[in-house]
């Protein structure tokens, strides 16, 4: 599909992944819309990127997604890419109680509820363009789990079946459905998790994701796994079961 000229909405674009895809965006010719719940760092992105349009908002909460949704609707006729972005990423022991699960953000309403309820929002207006696309911001970690982070790996494997069936329902249509999966991206996303577990791989940088979701856009690769994720997402069941034991330090 062409990258230059399009309408793009990017959940979760004042920072990390989100923040250089807006930027590259941008740089090749498209108006881009960007949301989080954070105003200080949507007007921060405001002033590094002139241009782009923010709102404030919570994708987690109905009332956020509505408002969202009516932003765009009314004051973006030509929108014609959305991409699901926003993700929070939190270490939970299953085996301290459901206090403990329930306590803080909620991964599944972030992390695949707001994705999907979005999607089916804003398909209409998608399907209306000549040209279009969802692009899903999954993770390698959605085929092979790490444990410590349960709810978050299970909420990229569902967004990676959303992807494979979303494809599937527009196939013929003008919407092309595209998922990204990055490796470990140097970004806030941990929350200073991976320095606590004395993590020293910081990952690649965010501009290298955009940088290839720029790629398989322009070459309409519709799945990537980038870096260590392509191992991940070409790997056999077998292979898989293997890499677990590995990621998850070993029997
Ligand atoms: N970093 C990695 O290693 C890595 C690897 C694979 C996949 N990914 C995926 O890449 C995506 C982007 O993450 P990132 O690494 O760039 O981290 P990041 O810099 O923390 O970006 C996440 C963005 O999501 C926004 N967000 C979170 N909850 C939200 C909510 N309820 N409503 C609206 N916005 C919300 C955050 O803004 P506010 O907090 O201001 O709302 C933030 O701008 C995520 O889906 C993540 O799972 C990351």
Redesign the pocket.
């Known amino acids: 599909m062409q990258v230059s000229d399009n309408t793009v909405l990017i959940?979760?674009?004042?920072?990390?992944?989100?923040?250089t895809l807006a930027e590259a965006l941008m740089a090749s010719g498209s108006q881009v819309l960007i949301?989080?719940?954070?105003e200080d760092?949507l007007q921060a992105a405001q002033r590094k990127l002139p241009g782009v349009a923010a709102l404030t908002?919570?994708?987690?909460e109905a009332e956020?997604r509505r408002a969202l949704v009516e932003w765009v609707l009314e004051g973006f006729p030509r929108l014609n890419m959305l991409v699901n972005?926003?993700?929070?990423?939190r270490q939970i022991d299953l085996t301290a109680g459901l206090e403990r699960v329930l306590e803080g953000?909620d991964e599944i309403?972030?992390?695949l509820k707001?994705p999907i309820l979005l999607t089916c929002a804003l398909l209409p207006r998608l399907m209306a363009q000549p040209s279009a696309a969802v692009i899903n911001?999954?993770?390698?970690?959605g085929f092979a789990p790490l444990a410590f982070m349960p709810i978050?790996c299970a909420t990229?494997a569902g967004l990676h079946s959303f992807s494979l069936s979303l494809r599937r329902q527009l196939q013929g249509t003008s919407v092309g459905v595209f998922e990204i999966?990055?490796?470990?991206?140097?970004?806030?996303?941990?929350r200073g998790a991976r320095t606590g577990r004395g993590q020293h791989d910081r990952?690649i940088p965010?501009a290298d994701v955009a940088q290839a979701t720029m790629r398989a856009l322009a070459e309409d690769t519709f799945e990537l796994g980038i870096g260590r994720?392509e191992g991940l997402r070409t790997a056999s069941r077998a292979d898989l079961d293997q890499l677990f034991l590995r990621m998850n330090g070993g029997q």
């Open positions: 959940t979760g674009g004042a920072s990390g992944i989100g923040l949301c989080g719940r954070r760092r908002c919570d994708i987690a956020g972005n926003a993700g929070i990423q953000d309403d972030i992390n707001a911001i999954s993770s390698g970690l978050y990229k999966l990055p490796p470990t991206v140097d970004t806030e996303l941990d990952g965010p994720s």
